[in-house]
């Protein structure tokens, strides 16, 4: 399952992230402990809690003394602001940019996008 090339807990932290984008799991639901975490998939309880302390600074979880870790309340929102953002700096505009030196125009870009738009929706 966790295979990819980031260390074991950014790639826990991700997933955890996609349940919550995905509404998997919703406000305030309780996540797996860093014990059963551990168990299930067979790491290092310190790994699971490395990730599960990343996503409690980001505001994602929040801990429950003596009862464990859940979603924070606006976690999703801020996850898709967060993630509608990169997607602009990081997908978007390079896009842009080099649709600039191909000499495409936004009226190319707008017809393309519309055009693929609306294919897939008769698909």
Do not use: W
């Amino acid at each position: 399952m966790f295979d990819g090339p980031e260390p074991l807990y950014v790639q826990i932290g991700q997933m955890i992230r996609s349940q919550v984008l995905a509404g998997e799991l919703g406000e305030d639901e309780q996540v797996m402990s860093t014990t059963q975490f551990a168990t299930t998939f067979r790491i290092n309880p310190a790994t699971a809690a490395k990730a599960f302390s990343g996503l409690v600074d980001e505001g994602v979880l929040y801990k429950r003394r003596g009862l464990g870790m859940f979603v924070a309340p606006g976690a999703r929102a801020r996850l898709l602001e967060h993630d509608r953002q990169a997607y602009f700096d990081e997908v978007l505009a390079p896009a842009l940019a080099q649709a600039k030196v191909l000499g495409i125009t936004t009226d190319e870009i707008v017809t393309h996008i519309r055009h693929q738009h609306t294919t897939s929706e008769e698909s």
